[in-house]
C-alpha cells in the first residue's frame, strides 16, 4: 500500500521591510477596494492581519541576493511604504512573510485574489452589531472602518430585523433591497407577518413592504403631525418609524390616536384664545371643506398701522438689508453669516408687515371664527364670518312708498296707452306735487338710451363701469349699487371634489382674492371712486381676475354643455394651460384609486411601457393603484379630461387618448374633429 505525500507548507519569517521590493508578476492592475491611505491608517491601528507572500529574488547564478519581491500582497507593502515614508514605521522593520520557492510568481498572485471569498453583507452588519454591544460608538465604528455614521447606523439597522427574515436574506430568498425596506418598522412580529403574507404574493417589492409595514401610521408631512410637531410628539411617548435608505419626508407616526388627542388639545387652546378676542361664535376642526364660507358675508378689518417705533425699526432693518445686498452684489456666494442675517432681517421685516387686524365692536356681536390646520401644518384663522340667522335686521327706508315701475311691465304699458294718467284730477298749483311716477319712467328711459350712445364710445369708461358692476357682485354680493346690469355668476366648487383647498393653484386664486379684497374699500359705495383712482394695469389685473372667477368648465353628468367645453378647451390651449407645471398628480385619491384596474394599467402602459404595467397586472387594486401611483410620479402622465390640445398639432402625431371599453381600456388614435364626431358629441 501506497503512502500519501503530506503536504510541506511554505515558510513564514520575519523579513527587514527594506528587502521586500514589488514584482512585476502582480497580476492586479486595476485598483480597487480600500485606497492605500485607509489601509495604512488601519495597519497603524490594528498592525498588519495578514502576511505577504514573497519569492526570494535570484542573481544571473540563480543564488538568493537577499531581497524578496512581492508578487502578492502589493497594497499592503504600498500602506507599509507610506507609513515609512511618514516616518511612523522603522524602514527594517520586520514584516510578517510567507516566503514560496515553488510554481510560478503569477499562479502566487491569481490564486491569492481569486480564492478569497468575499465577506457576505450579513457578517458586516452583524460584526457591527458586535462591536456596538461590546461598547463600540457608532463614531468609534465609523471611524474605524472608515465609513461615515450614517452608513453604520444602517447597518446596524438591517442587524436588527427579525433573525428570520436574516436568515431568508442570508439563504438568498431574499434581496439587500427587500432587507432594507423590513428595517421601517422595528416590530419582529409585524415583519414576520409581512414576510408571510408576501410569500404568496405574486411581486414582492420593496415599495409594497413598506406600504404594509406603515399602515396605519400617520407621514411626519402631514399637517396634524406639522402642527403638533414632531419632538412634542415624541416626548409624548409616540414613536416614530424610519427609513434610513430612502427619503421618507420626516418618517411615519406610528401612534395615530395619540397624534389626534395632541391635536385636538392643541386646537381647542388655540381656540380659547381666538374667542377671547370677542367673537360671537367659533369652529373648530382639523381642516374644512373648500367652500366653507361661500354662504357667509365676509366682514373685512382694518390693519392696525405700525407704531412710530416699530416703523423706525422697519426702516432700520430694511436700510441694514440693502447695505448689505449692495456690498455683497458681485460675489457668487453670500458667507453663511450673511446669508443667514439676510433671512433674519426677511424674518424680522414680514412680521412687521403682518399687521394684526383691527374689527369695530359690532362686528364681534355678529361674526365668527373657524379655527383649523392649513396645509403646511400651522394655525389657520379666519376671522369676521356672519350667518344668515346672525345678520342685522334692515330697517325700510322712511320717507317714499312708491313702487318702481318696469317699463316692460303691463302696467307699464297700460299707462303709457291712456295720456289722462299723466294729469292730475288736482292742479298743483304752488309746484310743489312731485312728477308722477310715469313721466319720470319716460324721461329716465330717454337718459338710459343717451347714457347708452355715449358709454358706448368711451371704451375705458365702459370698462371701469363693467369692472365696477362685476366686482360689486363677486366682493360685496350685491348688484343694486350699478346701473350696468351684468351680471358676472362665480360657480363655488367644494365638495365636486375632494381636499380641493390643497392644490396649488387654488391656493392662488385664493390669496388672489384675499389680496384684491383687502384693497378694496370696505363699503360698496366707496368703490366707484376707489376704481377711479387706480391706475390702468391694477384695473386691468382686477378685471382679469374677475373674469376668471367666473369661468366654469366643469362636467356635469346631470347638466352637458358641449360648446362651453369646447370653448374651454380653446382657452386652455390658447393660455398653454399644463396641468402637470400647476400642480396635478395622479395619486391613488385623486385618480388612480377611482378608475377600473384596466384604466390603472393602460395609465402605467402609456406612461411607462409593457414592462411595468406587466409588472403590477397581478395586483389587488389598491395594491396596483398604491405602485401605480409611485411609477407614475414624475411621469407628466395626465388623464384625458386634464390633457390640453396644442393649438397647432402635428398631423403625423396622432394624439392618443384612453378609451374605457366597458371592462377593457384600450389606447386608440383620437376621432378627427370632422361634422359626425361634432355630432356625435352634441348628441351626448
Known sequence: MTKSNKITLSASRDIPFNKLVLSQSNV????????????????????????????????????????????????????????????????????????????????????????????????????????????????????????????????????????????????????????????????????????????????????????????????????????????????????????????????????????????????NEEAEAIRAEGWHWIEVGTGFPYGHTYDLRRIRGEAQPMSEEEEKTYEALKTEYDKLEDDYAEEDELPEEIDERLGEIETAMEALQNRP??????????????????????????????????????????????????????????????????????????????????????????????????????????MLACLHAMVLQLFYHCGQDSCVEISPRSTQFGSQAPNLGDAAYVQSIDLGIETWAGNLPKQP????????????????????????????????PHHRKPRQIAHADILASTLGLDMVKAGWTPTADSYLGRVTKAQILAAVREAKGDKDADRIAGFKKPDMAEAAEELLAGSGWLPQPLRTAPLAEDPDEPEFEIVDDGDVASEEPAVEDDEEAVALQAAE
Open 28 to 267: 492586479r492592475q486595476v485598483k480597487a477596494g480600500v485606497s492605500i491611505e485607509e489601509l495604512a491608517e488601519d495597519i497603524a491601528r490594528r498592525t498588519l492581519l495578514s502576511s505577504i507572500t514573497v519569492r526570494p529574488v535570484l542573481d544571473d547564478d540563480g543564488a538568493e541576493t537577499g531581497m524578496f519581491e512581492i508578487p502578492a500582497g502589493g497594497r499592503r507593502y504600498r500602506a507599509l511604504e507610506l507609513l515609512v515614508k511618514q516616518r511612523r514605521l522603522n524602514k527594517t522593520a520586520p514584516v510578517p512573510c510567507i516566503v514560496r520557492t515553488d510554481g510560478l510568481a503569477e499562479e502566487d498572485s491569481l490564486a491569492e485574489n481569486i480564492q478569497r471569498a468575499p465577506l457576505h453583507p450579513l457578517d458586516q452588519f452583524r460584526a457591527f452589531q458586535a462591536m456596538r454591544e461590546k461598547g463600540k460608538s457608532e463614531e468609534e465604528i465609523a471611524a474605524a472602518f472608515f465609513v461615515s455614521v450614517g452608513v453604520v447606523k444602517q447597518r446596524l439597522k438591517l442587524a436588527a430585523v427579525s433573525a428570520t427574515l436574516l436568515d431568508a436574506y442570508a439563504e438568498e430568498q431574499m434581496t439587500l433591497d427587500q432587507l432594507m425596506a423590513f428595517t421601517v418598522n422595528p416590530d419582529h412580529e409585524r415583519q414576520e407577518q409581512v414576510w408571510d403574507a408576501l410569500r404568496q404574493h405574486y411581486s414582492k417589492q420593496p415599495y409594497e413592504i413598506r406600504r404594509m409595514l406603515t399602515e396605519g401610521a400617520v407621514r411626519a408631512s402631514d399637517r396634524r403631525a406639522q402642527f403638533v410637531g414632531l419632538d412634542n410628539y415624541v416626548e409624548a411617548g409616540g414613536e416614530v418609524l424610519r427609513d434610513l435608505f430612502q427619503t421618507d419626508d420626516g418618517g411615519w407616526l406610528q401612534d395615530a390616536a395619540l397624534l389626534e388627542t395632541m391635536v385636538t388639545a392643541k386646537l
Open 357 to 462: 387686524i383691527r374689527f369695530e365692536a359690532e362686528d364681534y356681536a355678529i361674526a365668527g371664527a373657524f379655527v383649523s390646520i392649513d396645509g403646511s401644518g400651522g394655525l389657520r384663522v379666519e376671522r369676521g364670518y356672519v350667518r344668515s340667522e346672525d345678520e342685522p335686521a334692515v330697517e325700510a327706508e322712511d320717507g317714499s312708498d312708491s313702487e318702481t315701475v318696469d317699463p316692460d311691465t303691463d302696467d307699464a304699458v297700460a299707462d303709457a296707452s291712456d295720456p289722462l294718467t299723466d294729469q292730475d284730477e288736482d292742479d298743483d298749483e304752488d309746484g310743489t306735487k312731485p312728477l308722477s311716477d310715469r313721466l319720470v319712467c319716460e324721461l329716465t328711459v330717454h337718459r338710459t338710451m343717451a347714457l347708452r350712445d355715449a358709454l358706448a364710445n368711451d371704451p375705458q369708461l365702459a
Open 525 to 556: 359705495e366707496e368703490l366707484w371712486d376707489a376704481l377711479t383712482e387706480w391706475d390702468s394695469d391694477s384695473r386691468d389685473a382686477l378685471f382679469a381676475h374677475c373674469v376668471a372667477m367666473t369661468v366654469n368648465a366643469v362636467q356635469e
